[in-house]
Nanobody, 130 residues
Framework: QVQLVESGGGLVQPGGSLRLSCQAS????????IGWFRQAPGKEREGVSC????????YYADSVKGRFTISGDIAKNMVYLQMNSLKPEDTAVYYC???????????????????????WGKGTLVTVSS
């Protein structure tokens, strides 16, 4: 059974940085894609970024390109989201997510809403405010 556990959220000032971590367990293969969605108050859950342990490929939503960097460590079954130059509009609950049997980051799996994902963490809150 796949389990995803997020950590690293918190309160940060605009322009600041945070690093989120996701500990994965239960995958039967080292070849899988995993990433992050976020949900701001009153808004739909949106895909933020994906990392493929298979080939190292990534996906970023346009809203975070150039500011967020995703990385992974398959030996530890970890994925990280380094968030720099944070803005108030980045305030949201961030969820770690993965899709069953997906080895690579397919753009529409992450850009077209949360229904493509099969596994979810419980989320970690990121608040960007002065």
């Amino acid at each position: 059974q796949v389990q995803l556990v997020e950590s690293g959220g918190g309160l940060v000032q605009p322009g600041g940085s945070l690093r989120l971590s996701c500990q994965a367990s239960g995958f039967t293969s080292d070849y899988y894609a995993i990433g992050w969605f976020r949900q701001a108050p009153g808004k739909e859950r949106e895909g933020v970024s994906c990392f493929s342990h298979t080939d190292g490929s990534t996906y970023y939503a346009d809203s975070v390109k150039g500011r967020f960097t995703i990385s992974g460590d398959i030996a530890k079954n970890m994925v990280y989201l380094q968030m720099n130059s944070l803005k108030p509009e980045d305030t949201a609950v961030y969820y770690c997510a993965s899709r069953r049997s997906a080895a690579r980051c397919i753009r529409y799996h992450w850009s077209d809403g949360p229904d493509s994902m099969d596994y979810w963490g419980k989320g970690t809150l990121v608040t960007v405010s002065s």
